[in-house]
């Protein structure tokens, strides 16, 4: 895994390649948790092999469930740590068995020191960590595993998609002349989604994107965007608005800057489909470009999908509130199945939840989706955006930002390939 020189290249690397690990490992911003003050673990259940789900043939027992909820007590992951543990475990279950089948594996050398790498953003050795997690009750093969299977996972998308990510100099290009001190861009783009949900939709959905990729004018492309597309925008001809081009998710952003008007992106995968967008226009603005861009939205699930009466309450709802506050204050016994919310780097964002977002201001809701089964409205609501600026970077960074970018879009979409292929099953907790 190249963790153990000290090269300046390879430590680079490492560090522009942390955002991939945190995703896989289901967003954590690591960086910011503070370990003083730990809570008590949670109270493990009586028969700690009793299992809790399965994934295909996998088993997650009572006492896996525990410890992860210990460890992210430690970590003070926000919101129901169950349900993240849980969804977490799930994920991983489904990444071991991926990596099994790709033959690929990890040594005990590369995972000491992938876990020497994780506790120095504490500044702490592993042997200090442990200590520190060992008086929450969490063994240190809690804390091994979980970086041993982000590491397996890493190495699972790389086998499948390094040789194919390919980025130009004219994309390194046009991405340093944006993140210039003064410059930012904003973009008028299209979109075509088409749906797939199975791996054999998934390659004939791919191999109509790549032919809507050759696509070099505007009404060609708006004519296959009214027949073809899923997404609501079809009935305008699939036209976005004017979005910052930094509120875009990474992997669109990446090949968007690169693009002459006129011109479609290569497929991007998405939840339960392909997309893929139009450049119409681009503008430079005078402000900052930021680095970083952290979202926090909410997402109702409205049953219904988009019947008249799915719609009618979510235009309900739009005129009684004005923010998450008052959306969470309008149903106050919500569960989080029902509204979810959660604040998120853009390039973490469902690439359907990003672009959707990235034309949003605060307090503005979106009604264009729908759940990944079709049985409910997405009503998806901004809360807040918040951005970081730039670093002064070097080309070689740029290249492996961008190419970790396309990397994570990939690696997003294979796993809710293998979630949706999957026999999971959970139990009634005792």
Not at 88 to 102: G, T
Not at 200 to 229: D, H, K, P, V, Y
Not at 405 to 430: G, K, P
Request: net charge negative; hydrophobic share 45%.
């Amino acid at each position: 895994m190249g963790f153990h020189s000290q090269s300046k290249a390879q430590t680079s690397q490492r560090k522009a390649t942390a955002s991939a690990w945190t995703c896989a490992t289901s967003g954590l911003v690591f960086g910011l948790v503070s370990l003083v003050g730990l809570g008590a673990a949670p109270a493990q259940a009586q028969n700690i092999f009793e299992p809790v789900a399965k994934i295909n043939d996998s088993v997650i027992t009572s006492y896996e469930l525990s410890q992860r909820m210990a460890f992210l007590t430690v970590l003070r992951a926000p919101g129901n740590l169950r349900e993240l543990a849980l969804k977490q475990l799930m994920d991983e279950a489904l990444q071991q068995q991926a990596a099994k089948a790709e033959d690929v594996s990890v040594t005990a050398e590369d995972v000491l020191a992938g876990m020497s790498e994780f506790t120095g953003r504490f500044n702490l050795k592993v042997e200090e960590f442990n200590k520190i997690i060992a008086q929450a009750g969490v063994a240190p093969e809690t804390f091994r595993d979980f970086v041993s299977n982000g590491m397996a996972w890493r190495a699972v998308v790389s086998k499948r998609w390094q040789g194919r990510i390919n980025v130009t100099e004219d994309e390194i290009d046009r991405q340093l002349s944006l993140t210039a001190p003064g410059q930012n861009a904003r973009v008028l783009l299209s979109e075509i989604v088409l749906a797939a949900e199975n791996p054999e939709a998934m390659q004939e959905a791919n191999a109509r994107a790549s032919q809507f990729s050759e696509i070099t004018t505007l009404g060609a492309f708006a004519a296959e965007a009214r027949r073809s597309s899923v997404s609501a925008s079809s009935g305008r001809s699939g036209r976005l608005n004017w979005t910052d081009l930094s509120d875009l998710p990474p992997a669109v952003a990446a090949q968007v800057v690169a693009l002459e008007p006129g011109h479609v992106t290569d497929p991007v995968p998405v939840q339960n489909g392909v997309a893929v967008f139009q450049l119409r226009a681009i503008e430079e603005v005078d402000r900052p470009t930021p680095a970083d861009v952290t979202v926090e939205y909410a997402a109702m699930m409205i049953p219904g999908g988009r019947s008249a009466e799915a719609l009618a309450q979510a235009a309900e709802i739009r005129a009684k509130t004005d923010s998450c506050n008052d959306l969470f204050g309008l149903f106050p016994g919500s569960t989080e199945a029902q509204i979810a919310k959660e604040a998120v780097p853009v390039g973490e964002l469902p690439t359907r939840y990003a672009v959707e977002l990235a034309q949003l201001d605060e307090g503005e809701a979106s009604t264009a989706l729908t759940s990944a089964n079709g049985q409910n409205l997405v009503y998806l609501m901004l809360c807040s955006r918040s951005r970081e600026l730039p670093e002064d970077v070097s080309r070689d960074q740029l290249k492996l930002r961008l190419q970790n970018q396309r990397l994570q879009a990939f690696s997003t979409a294979y796993l809710e390939e293998l979630r949706s292929a999957a026999f999971i099953e959970e139990f009634d907790a005792q």
